[in-house]
């Protein structure tokens, strides 16, 4: 009896370890994948962010050459290395070979030292090389699980895992899973986010990476114990416990408040 017990917990760790690896986007060998709060990004070996570059149109070519690849070193691959699913092969100017993921080329950002730093993305020409969703999405503001015909939601610049989302109040602007953002009355601006103890498990701050820098109307507010958050318009803004997919406003009320989704202007 106790060697059937045995075994049977020996399969179901078995199941749990398969399934935690098919969660696991396939990779090359010297790419990892780690959690930051704009999402699940690709990264080096030592744990560095990647990006990719708007500007890299051409199928193949990378347009990050000269003094720009000092600045963005490209993710360099292995002479025997084989394409396979999204990932695919550059031969850069120099002869050597680069990684790109579904058609883009990857780099670091030389100025990055630390894991989970996101120095180079700007809501701009860089961008993070997110695991859940593509790039041309990224750049349009709409989550990977939105349909390819729907039409993007126009956003100004925002940071990295910040997008646009329809909902029954109209456009609202969302975190990387679709979720909408809020606002909450009680905060004051260019202060800490106020929500705290019981109001928590309802609204939940939105932390920003560390080393993340100001895009456009957002700024980083930073609690005593040094987590980052991110603030619109110089107020914190949050997520709500009760949204369970993208679209939904459940948080907002109306004008009675305490919470109010961020609208796309």
């Avoid at 895992?161 to 905060?187: C, E, H, N, W």
Wanted: charged share 20%; with cysteine; aromatic share 10%.
């Amino acid at each position: 009896m106790i060697a059937l017990a045995a075994t049977f917990i020996t399969f179901v760790a078995a199941i749990d370890q398969a399934a935690a690896a098919d969660s696991v986007p396939r990779r090359p060998a010297g790419i990892t994948v780690h959690d930051t709060p704009a999402g699940e990004v690709f990264a080096d070996d030592n744990g560095l962010t990647l990006y990719v570059f708007d500007n890299d149109t051409k199928p193949g070519v990378s347009a990050c050459v000269g003094e720009c690849a000092t600045a963005w070193p490209p993710v360099k691959a292995t002479a025997d290395a084989v394409a396979f699913d999204d990932w695919s092969l550059v031969t850069r100017t120099d002869g050597s070979r680069q990684w790109a993921l579904k058609g883009k080329p990857l780099y670091r950002y030389a100025l990055e030292q630390k894991p989970g730093w996101a120095l180079g993305d700007g809501g701009g020409l860089w961008n993070l090389a997110l695991t859940s969703w593509t790039f041309l999405q990224r750049a349009t503001g709409r989550p990977a699980s939105g349909p390819p015909s729907e039409p993007p939601i126009a956003l100004p610049p925002v940071p990295a895992g910040i997008t646009g989302q329809k909902s029954a109040q109209g456009p609202v602007i969302a975190d990387y899973r679709g979720m909408t953002l809020y606002t909450f009355d009680k905060d004051t601006a260019a202060a800490k986010p106020t929500c705290t103890g019981a109001c928590a498990e309802t609204g939940q701050p939105l932390k920003a990476p560390m080393a993340a820098l100001p895009v456009g109307d957002w700024t980083i507010l930073a609690r005593e114990d040094g987590t980052r958050y991110w603030a619109y318009n110089q107020k914190p803004v949050y997520t709500c416990a009760t949204d369970s997919k993208p679209g939904e406003t459940n948080c907002d009320v109306g004008a009675i408040g305490p919470w109010h989704a961020l609208k796309v202007q």
